[in-house]
């Protein structure tokens, strides 16, 4: 039997994201961005389509816009590089995929579902994930493809001051992490994140984003979460599938949940971040605990594009 109350939401990273240091037209990108994704992954799911190819689609619009960090827009790392990390999740049979440390990947998101759908294996690494992605004919780009000017700025003031970033923490700098997630019309729920990690991210540093559980979850059982932040803390908090775990065994809303999360879990170790959550209901959360989020949702009823709070 299908349902009606279908959705997807969508995220571009959370922050220091400010509209007192936005300008007009930057925001217009930013929205025009987050209006492509958000409508692609819907009509997915508005022409029966799953759940798991709505966020892989949507989040595929935005890993190939230079404005957020992720795949094209990632960040530089400590050495001049880039280490993309992705996950992807299936709430119908808690299949997964990861990827991490990989670099020239065009789609990272693409390369985790197929480690999902073609390994035997949940998450692959480095080089071995390079292998992988090239046996199974997967697109690459060259360096100058992953290059930005300004991401190249971003790196030598971290270099300067030895910090290292939430891109889009610093007020010129609101960039970041993509995410989706979705509930079909069959009642399946999926998630999906890709990042570029953090400016000046060193030793193979890996965050939240391709540990499931940490950045990104899904269950039919309870919701789909996707999350955006200083990664540490989403690790430490296990905050996708915190989410999850308050609705199954305490009974918790999906909105209580989330706020949970947000506002009482990461805050109680200074973790800053947001995250984007979906029910079986169809009931979308997108919250936060920074001063804005790049963020969109849209059913059957309504469609939103916001950054600020
Ligand atoms: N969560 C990502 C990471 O820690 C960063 C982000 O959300 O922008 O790698």
Redesign the pocket.
């Known amino acids: 039997m299908k349902i009606k109350n279908f959705g997807l939401a969508i995220h571009g990273?959370?922050?220091t994201i400010l509209r007192t240091s936005m300008s007009d037209e930057k925001e217009r990108e930013y929205k025009s961005a987050l209006r492509e994704a958000v409508e692609k992954g819907y009509l997915i799911l508005e022409q029966g389509g799953s759940a798991l190819d709505a966020v892989e689609s949507a989040v595929i619009v935005l890993e190939d816009c230079p404005l957020f960090?992720s795949a094209k827009g990632s960040v530089y790392t400590h050495d001049g590089k880039h280490e993309m990390?992705a996950s992807i999740m299936n709430g119908s049979n808690l299949d997964a995929g990861a990827v991490s440390l990989i670099h020239s990947v065009k789609n990272p998101i693409k390369l985790a579902r197929l480690i999902m759908e073609k390994s035997e294996h949940v998450m692959l690494a480095g080089e071995g994930a390079i292998q992988f992605a090239k046996e199974h004919q997967v697109s690459f780009e060259d360096d100058q493809y992953f290059h930005s000017e300004f991401r190249y700025e971003q790196l030598q003031s971290a270099l300067k001051t030895g910090s290292v970033l939430?891109?889009?923490t610093d007020s010129d700098q609101k960039f970041?992490?993509v995410g989706a997630v979705a509930l079909d019309q069959y009642g399946n729920l999926a998630s999906a994140t890709s990042?570029g990690?953090?400016t000046n991210k060193k030793w193979g540093r890996i965050?939240?984003?391709p540990i499931i559980g940490a950045?990104t979850y899904a269950d039919n059982s309870t919701c789909a979460v996707s999350?955006?932040?200083?990664?540490?803390y989403?690790i430490r908090t296990v905050s996708a599938f915190h989410v999850h775990s308050l609705m199954k065994y305490g009974g918790y809303t999906l909105d209580r949940a989330s706020h949970k999360v947000i506002h009482e879990i990461l805050p109680s170790i200074q973790g800053d971040?947001g995250l984007i959550a979906i029910d079986g209901f169809g009931n979308i959360i997108l919250d936060f605990n920074t001063e804005g989020m790049y963020r969109a949702m849209k059913n059957s009823s309504q469609c939103k594009i916001e950054i600020y709070q």
């Open positions: 990273g959370a922050g960090n990390d939430l891109d889009h970041g992490t990042t990690g953090m965050g939240d984003t950045g999350c955006t932040g200083s990664g540490e989403f971040g």
